[in-house]
């Protein structure tokens, strides 16, 4: 029970903090809506050729996935301002669980991909998006899974770096070749065979083909299976590696 209490209190502080400071809530969805009003309507006329009777059916999985790959990941920058106010070491000095310190973070950041994956979606229908509900919301799911790796990962490396100025360039490196090389904005099957090769490495491009499958609402097919198990795995790889870097630091 002490854990569950030292998380809720973690958490509490922390939804309290965003809901004082919405702009990076807003600045967080707002690129994933661009997308959606910009780009999206160019895939209409070509939905046939990319093998699908509904682009949206085939673009916004690949948005949901982009708004918890980009919005979770940035959310080490907010660790290192606490980490420099002393916040971190207040809490270090109480007998809070280190991995509650960690958990309180990450149910902030999933709670607020919830609410934008819900937004999204809805704006999504507005524009024509049909499919499974349930697929939807199993599709939701594993971003939040995605999310939840991001940004366990993030704040482990934010305790690492304890620099904006070394973790933006990280970032940066990481984001970039997983929004070209995932098929976020187009499937990889319409690239040359090489490329293709090399996303079949990314886990995340799994997960896109699975979310997708799911907004069709193929919940048994062999995309969605390797999507769920990627997602599990990276959600459980970037919670041990957050939760070992806050006991390490906080020793």
């Known amino acids: ?7 809720f209190i973690v958490f509490r502080r922390q939804f309290r ?6 702009a990076w809530v ?9 997308y959606l009003v910009l780009f999206g309507p160019l895939l209409e006329p070509i939905a046939g050729q990319l093998g699908t009777a ?8 690949g948005l949901l996935v982009q708004l918890g790959l980009f919005g979770a990941l940035f959310a080490g920058f907010g660790l290192i301002g606490e980490w420099r106010d002393g916040v971190i070491e207040s809490e270090r000095v109480t007998p809070a669980s280190r991995v509650a310190l960690l958990l309180g973070r990450v149910l902030r950041d999933v709670l607020q991909l919830t609410v934008q994956g819900l937004i999204l979606i809805g704006l999504a229908f507005a524009f024509g998006l049909r499919g ?22 993030s ?7 304890k620099s904006e100025d070394a973790l933006a360039p990280i970032l940066n490196m990481v984001t970039l070749p997983l929004l070209l090389l995932s098929g976020i904005l187009l499937p990889m099957t319409l690239g040359p065979g090489w490329l ?4 079949n490495v990314l886990p995340t491009k799994h997960i896109v083909d699975g979310v997708r499958a799911v907004f069709r609402g193929d919940l048994l097919s062999g995309q969605t299976f390797w999507g769920v198990l990627w997602a599990i795995v990276l ?9 070992r870097t806050f006991r390490r630091q906080n020793a």
């Open 1 to 7: 029970m002490t854990f569950f209490r030292d998380t």
């Open 17 to 22: 903090l965003a809901l004082r400071n919405p």
């Open 26 to 34: 807003i600045i967080g969805m707002l690129q994933p809506v661009l």
């Open 54 to 61: 509904n682009a949206y059916t085939l673009f916004v999985p």
């Open 132 to 153: 499974s509900v349930g697929g939807m919301l199993l599709g939701l799911l594993l971003v939040i899974l995605v999310g939840t790796a991001c940004a366990s990962s």
């Open 155 to 161: 704040y482990a490396l934010a305790l690492a770096t």
């Open 196 to 199: 293709q090769a090399i996303s």
């Open 235 to 243: 959600a459980a790889a970037g919670l041990w590696i957050g939760t």
